[in-house]
């Protein structure tokens, strides 16, 4: 017999991924609908043996897939809904297939509590701890993480709140950055900065740079160090002894690239050179499929007139280990050593890593002609997973967005891709992702996109619309083909709105809040975007310039709300375009507190409130505004056709709100942002 609900949608908190919040909530949407059948699932009190009914619920996910799925093989007669409560350790990939796909206008439903206390979770507590004797200062403490052995992460959370890494002092006050100073093209090489050390491999033309060969430096040659950086001591912090570092090989070496990021492992060696005031060469690891090798003349090598005075930084030593609310990771012995803030309580500390798989929950069919259809993923906190990849061998950015060039575990051939998404989808059509909390995850949190080389994934009529992401290392949302496919994208009619993004590409600098690439007719309105090291919304892709591009057109960017946006990096802004883009309209967005940052090049066009870079042509700007934006007028709205091979150019300039134009700068931020009835995701939201 069918009966009637009532779908009720509350608010989400951000915070309850560790202590639930309880209490009343804020209804914002209700719907009625008829149903069908119903699912229950509970980790810790089902049986995978019982009905799945509310009282005697599936203890598993993939089994109340399969329930579903025997129900929807047929005419549909109301929503399937699959119920999912309290905290759900996710140790391997979810998988909802076509076959999940509702019909006769009905949907297949799966959702966690309303009251958001449903955890998709892969955190692993990290308790026991004790005080650690190899510790170089006191107060630090030390606990072993229940892992494999193969275990590494890039993330420490206490208390749900992520806590930085160990970093090395610099000799200036800038955050444990060093700079990078260029040798010029074709000059002696220097040792009075940090230089590239490589032997004769890599040395001659690289992406059309000469590089003039370093000398030889007899006691990297006595370590077998063949390439690496050369850092001078006068970077570090007076007496400090890098080559006496007990775990180098624990090292990490992120270089900052003006719109990208490499994340180098070091090798077990680092030598002292050059006497009393010379400097130190540090061995990287170039083994396991790191491609920094590759991209040698992005990093420190003058490629472009632009990149010279670039940044880095070395985390992850012991010895680094010396603030209060710092940590470092023992790859070896699998420890976490922690030196508390003050009033932290080592007993009920609270601690954990992320430790699920790289994707949490795949929604998707096999190809084009078998995708999913009319299937809602809401009400779920996706919390704790962790990519595998940078963890174990550094990332190499590649171009634009977090995108990555990596060697292929499996074939060992070299490929670019983008992070896995906690929540893949592909192959599919009129799918819901609604209401849902991702925090504290490695990679993207959503991701609707394929591998170069891969046949492009069909992706129309989706929405993604009222989550909440925070804290993640990597992106909010990235849709379209990026690599091989682009041509070929069936990436159309797709809606992104009302997302609330804060503190993303917390750890890989170099990805965007909300990435669309090669696409047609999608909409991102009236998300709101905070605290960002790079771009807020990037949309296009291939940097073509050809009138008769057909397949990223008829875009809408309009209603967003960004703050402080593009902070850390360079060559980005509050929403960055390429490629021909004929149709699409970006208007009425408002932008606050963008600044130069501190890393960013003081020659290039670092930090622009809308970039249209090269080949972009047919989109129109109009009645965007901004407050509180210390930059240049030329620098907020930059068009950088003029570099195009045949530039077209704009149709409309852009034309900021608050001038002798309609509506007014007050206007635009009134209406940009979450709607109103969207705001209850975020406890108390506010526009600054």
Excluded at 11 to 27: E, H, L, Q
Excluded at 181 to 205: I, K, M, Q, R, V
Aim: charged share 20%; glycine share 10%; aromatic share 12%.
């Amino acid at each position: 017999m069918k009966k009637r609900y009532f779908i009720l949608i509350f608010t989400i908190s951000p915070d309850i991924v560790f202590v639930p919040r309880g209490g009343s909530r804020n209804k914002f949407a209700k719907e009625e609908r008829e149903i069908m059948a119903e699912f229950y699932v509970n980790h810790e009190k089902g049986d995978d043996l019982g009905p799945g009914t509310e009282k005697k619920p599936f203890k598993t996910i993939g089994k109340a897939v399969g329930a579903a799925e025997a129900l929807a093989a047929g005419d549909m007669s109301g929503d399937i809904c699959v119920n999912v409560s309290g905290n759900y350790p996710v140790t391997e990939t979810i998988e909802i297939k076509e076959t999940s796909s509702g019909n006769n206008g009905y949907k297949v439903i799966y959702q966690g509590a309303a009251d958001m206390t449903t955890a998709l979770s892969g955190m692993i507590p990290v308790d026991g701890w004790v005080p650690a004797a190899d510790a170089s200062v006191s107060g630090v403490y030390k606990a072993k993480v229940d892992a494999p052995p193969d275990y590494g992460t890039l993330q420490f959370y206490v208390g749900g709140e992520r806590r930085n890494r160990a970093r090395i002092d610099a000799a200036a006050d800038e955050g444990g950055f060093l700079r990078a100073s260029l040798t010029p093209n074709g000059e002696t090489p220097s040792f009075s900065n940090t230089a590239y050390y490589n032997d004769a491999e890599l040395n001659g033309t690289v992406a059309g740079c000469v590089q003039t060969p370093f000398p030889a430096d007899p006691a990297a040659e006595a370590a077998g160090i063949k390439r690496g950086i050369i850092i001078p001591k006068s970077a570090l912090a007076e007496g400090f002894d890098l080559a006496g570092i007990e775990r180098k090989s624990d090292l990490e070496f992120i270089f900052m690239f003006q719109w990208s990021q490499f994340r180098v492992p070091a090798s077990d060696k680092i030598v002292e050179a050059g006497g009393d005031g010379g400097y130190f060469i540090a061995g990287l690891d170039d083994a396991g499929g790191n491609q920094f090798f590759k991209n040698a003349a992005y990093v420190m090598l003058p490629a472009f007139p632009f990149c010279a005075d670039q940044w880095y930084t070395i985390e992850n030593a012991l010895e680094f280990l010396t603030k209060e609310g710092e940590w470092y990771y023992n790859k070896d012995t699998q420890h976490i050593y922690y030196k508390p803030k003050a009033g932290e309580d080592m007993a009920a500390l609270g601690a954990s890593v992320p430790g699920g798989p790289d994707v949490f929950m795949r929604v998707g069919g096999k190809d084009a002609a078998n995708r999913i259809k009319d299937v809602v993923i809401r009400n779920f906190n996706f919390v704790g997973e962790n990519w595998r990849y940078p963890a174990k061998h550094g990332m190499t950015g590649s171009v634009q967005s977090m995108t990555y060039r990596a060697i292929d575990e499996n074939s060992g051939m070299e490929t670019h891709a983008c992070p896995p998404g906690v929540l893949e989808l592909t192959n599919a059509e009129q799918v819901s992702v609604e209401f849902n909390c991702f925090q504290n995850n490695s990679g993207s949190c959503i991701s609707a996109t394929t591998p170069e080389g891969d046949s492009p994934i069909y992706f129309q009529n989706n929405a993604i619309c009222g989550n909440v992401f925070k804290n993640v290392a990597s992106g909010a949302i990235m849709i379209g083909e990026y690599f091989g496919a682009g041509e070929k994208s069936l990436c159309s009619g797709n809606e992104i709105s009302n997302n609330y993004v804060e503190n993303a590409a917390a750890d890989f600098w170099c990805a965007s809040g909300i990435c669309a690439g090669w696409g047609t007719s999608n909409k991102i309105a009236n998300n709101d975007l905070r605290d960002l090291p790079y771009t807020g919304i990037s949309c296009g892709w291939g940097w073509d310039n050809d009138n008769e591009i057909k397949i990223i057109r008829n875009n809408q960017i309009t209603g967003n709300f960004f703050y402080n946006a593009c902070n850390t990096m360079s060559d980005g802004g509050a929403i960055y375009f390429n490629s021909v883009q004929r149709g699409t309209v970006i208007s009425r967005n408002y932008m606050n507190s963008m600044k130069r940052g501190p890393y960013a090049l003081n020659n290039w066009k670092c930090c622009v409130a809308i970039y249209f870079d090269g080949g972009v042509g047919g989109a129109v700007a109009e009645f965007n505004a901004y407050e509180n934006i210390d930059l240049d007028l030329a620098e907020l709205f930059f068009d950088n056709t003029k570099y195009s091979k045949n530039p077209i150019g704009s149709d409309t300039a852009n034309m900021w709100a608050g001038a002798e134009t309609s509506p007014s700068i007050a206007e635009v931020k009134a209406e940009a942002g979450l709607s109103e009835k969207y705001r209850g995701i975020v406890p108390g939201y506010a526009k600054p």
